[in-house]
């Protein structure tokens, strides 16, 4: 080995660890479905160099210990349990000395049974999924919470013109597109404590109702419009970051076929799709830490 | 080329076409989202034989028609859709002699804004597609519906025992056990006509109601309820075929860390997974033809 | 239950069992790596209409055979591993009158080191996969082998003109084009017994060869000319099934650039594409039978 | 708008254009088939803040512009099309500051006939892609090279032992498993010029004989062992970012059959899967500076 070569940043862990939890207490059973990853930096330069494990806490046990905290802790919010977690590995194994968590969550309604919520029956609902991201350094937490594939469409109310023309521009300027996207979110608190349920359930909403409200002029205008709203209504959110696709809906040309096609049918397309990403933020809100990874 | 070879049962058409369409005619925005696939075939010797083009439609015009006859027809309800175009290509062309369309519906929720639907803001709802299968051979028109990917989970009720044991068994016996399936279904109709909208939605309504209602010894007694309550309340539905995956839910050992596990911590496995595949059917129901192809 | 409603054609098994197995027994290790499926189906009414399990081998111990199988008797041909679980699970369980034993095998290369095979190291190689399936009611076996996403492109040599145009057609002709497919094939064996390894590496290069040689008319007399070749040179082969999808590559248009695409730059689109599919079989082959399910 | 409220990092871009261009100068074709997503940022608050696209070249001009190079400039090799790309973009419009352009490479090899090769047909070849990120800020260039999924795996030569127990620990320690795993690395070079193809044929050589030649006792130290071989054998690359999954494969317990596994059947595993992640890197590097984005 040369001695002008190191390690730099790593880390190790078990992802996608696939655990479900069925709540018998109530009348009603309740189920909480999730995809939880680990992962553990610190003091781990011998297993890189030597092959030396005396620090290394197996991704198995880090997997076991996923499925064993469900059971002697539940799970509530996935925000309370990623703390759990994330605290767990570095407070107890004296060379990790930062976690991450990170978790995704599926959602299930209740099915109906002649207009009755049956007591344990459910359904998957809706393609996005909640997700939280929580990282601890043995001082302090930081907790990020998001969702993902939340795809969402306006059927007018979009324009896009005025922009700059050079050699290879041909995209003719509009005042009426539709404008689709799967919205990725993720949202810093300012504190690693909350009402993690309401905060989400309060955050999509703002999301989504800026996204329905906002005329467009342009996707990057409804991307700063969706963040800027739920900084203005969250307080306990210091930054939201979203990366939204533009997912092309292009108005088919039917003259050839004597038709015409006035906002009516469109082909959707896959790719190339634009891809509009950004990040929005209080001034006053503090400093990101590790919380973004 | 050796007299002994001959071209077999053949179809060309063109697939997963992408359409999208916005009724702008009310106050309210509706859209109607559509994966749309053509499939024709008839007297295509010749341009397997020696490239002779003179009987294939081009796969591009058929694309074309789809667009053209969402403007100039509306879609409605996609079986409606699938047979305006099956019949279409047929009638139209002598040399085709049979036509299957095949559609994907995706479901958008209105999007609500304070408690209000906007009026032309949608968002993806469920995991699940809506699916129709016409097939049209100039004379007859075959409809079979369907659904896809529509998720579903019993946290009781289930059990599975009593079955034959061979030297490579292992399986315990279990009388609790979660039963989470992907329901894919497809339904064969008696006519080819009909409410398309209200048959799926009480065909949906029975199978889901049955799953859950159904206190399961095995997937199969499930498949077999759900497909039996469907003929049982719906005349116009002469054959249910059921593909069930058996989505496992594994109980996990919590004993080595002095847990108990009381039916609360399953890990959700991927692969292998049990496949469950069925068809229900009425003695008195019409042959089915070329419906399922 | 309305004595009309009755149980049609159904099976069950053990879908996607992932077993690898290690030859270690020569001075370099061989690997097989597969996918095993398995459905049986007999008299399996008492499970649907009533959960007697009786008769139900549970799908657990189906996997739990094709990994024990995979130690006392070896891999080999793939066909041969299907043949050999398909015939234990109808001879072992009188219930079971019929059994498909579907496989999928992932293909791995030598790694070199310096030029030298390395003797335990291996790197997956082609995207593409090769399959079998197997089918055997007690008395017959039927064997039909494949492969699956054998990506190929044409950069010349494949025309598509002397199409009928109807009022939906805006496709012009074209004497130049690419032609890329990715190959789905399945063939039908005369008997159950041969030369596996050999037949597939023979039936692939032809038709590999085909597709290369074959100046084309359209993708139709393409799959014409692959599947005949086949038959034309391998007399073990009874009928060779293609499901081939025209991945259109699209010419872009260049000339808002002031540039001229010679059959220079194209756009690889995703959806729509077109889907091409056909039987080529001999005249005096075997009936089918239960071959293809 | 809350005055503090403020638009972050940002950028936007068209995703994955799949561009394809035929070589067809010389006797024999050449194929290069590429995804390529560009990426820009600069003085971009107006369009997010008031919906003022003035300075927002558009996407579709950016897709445009990646097949007009492709034909006035050809490729090359994609470190270079990325560097061409990346430029333009931030030297012909002045809000523009930075690009970051993405681009995969998947690989062809030549259909051979009769042992020959063909001149213009192709076949897919490997699951593994090629490659780069490009990244301007109208001074300076950097080069990140890679490649995406190359599956490998040891059949012998790997151990895990000598962790750390806690409550959660059951895994039992080993001196023979089956080491396998989905190479995704990426290196920076330390100039943004040189021979981008030879030296990405030699660091996929170190890295893939690195991986077979290291006698492993961790994940982690084949990481380790791969990039320092990487950087010992090329001047050229400054740091080498590696993200291995370790794709278990678990040792069947055959004992209830009777049988004995000596290391010899396994199951592959999809989840959970172990994740390693690291950097290697030189002490006398230059800095990183917007290379990783």
């Known amino acids: 080995m040369t001695p002008t070569i190191q390690l730099g940043a790593n880390q190790y862990g078990k992802a996608e660890t696939?655990?479900?939890?069925?709540?018998?207490?109530?009348?009603?059973?309740?189920?909480?479905?999730?995809?939880?990853?680990?992962?553990?930096?610190?003091?781990l330069t011998d297993t890189h160099v030597t092959g030396d494990?005396?620090?290394?806490?197996?991704?198995?046990?880090?997997?076991?210990?996923?499925?064993?905290?469900?059971?002697?802790?539940?799970?509530?919010?996935?925000?309370?349990?990623?703390?759990?977690?994330a605290r767990h590995f570095v407070d107890?194994?004296?060379?990790?000395?930062?976690?991450?968590i990170t978790i995704e969550?599926?959602?299930?309604?209740?099915?109906?049974?002649?207009?009755?919520?049956?007591?344990?029956?459910?359904?998957?609902?809706?393609?996005e999924t909640r997700t939280a991201t929580v990282t601890y350094d043995g001082t302090t937490s930081w907790v990020v919470s998001g969702l993902r594939d939340l795809v969402v469409l306006n059927s007018t109310?979009?324009?896009?013109w005025g922009y700059p023309r050079d050699r290879y521009t041909t995209l003719p300027e509009t005042h009426e597109r539709i404008l689709a996207t799967a919205v990725n979110a993720e949202w810093r608190h300012v504190a690693a404590e909350g009402d993690w349920g309401k905060s989400y359930a309060e955050v999509r909403r703002h999301l989504v109702e800026a996204f329905a409200?906002?005329?467009?002029?342009?996707?990057?205008?409804?991307?700063?419009?969706?963040g800027s709203r739920v900084l203005d209504n969250r307080p306990e959110i210091a930054e939201v970051r979203l990366s939204l696709p533009n997912k092309h809906h292009f108005l088919v040309d039917l003259s050839p076929f004597g038709l015409t096609n006035d906002d009516e049918v469109y082909f959707a397309a896959d790719r190339p799709y634009?891809?509009?990403?950004?990040?929005?933020?209080?001034?006053?809100?503090?400093?990101?830490?590790?919380?973004?990874?």
């Open 18 to 43: 696939r655990v479900v939890r069925v709540n018998r207490s109530g009348g009603a059973h309740e189920i909480t479905d999730l995809n939880v990853s680990t992962a553990l930096s610190g003091d």
């Open 105 to 127: 969550q599926y959602f299930w309604d209740r099915i109906g049974v002649g207009g009755t919520p049956a007591p344990h029956s459910f359904q998957r609902s809706g393609v």
């Open 157 to 160: 109310d979009s324009e896009f």
């Open 274 to 293: 634009g891809l509009i990403e950004g990040n929005v933020l209080r001034d006053d809100s503090p400093e990101p830490g590790l919380a973004w990874g």
């Open 53 to 85: 494990n005396a620090k290394v806490l197996p991704t198995d046990t880090q997997k076991n210990t996923v499925f064993a905290f469900a059971k002697e802790h539940g799970i509530g919010e996935i925000e309370e349990f990623g703390l759990h977690l």
């Open 92 to 100: 107890s194994q004296e060379p990790i000395h930062r976690s991450r």
């Open 213 to 226: 409200q906002t005329h467009s002029l342009s996707l990057q205008q409804t991307l700063y419009a969706m």
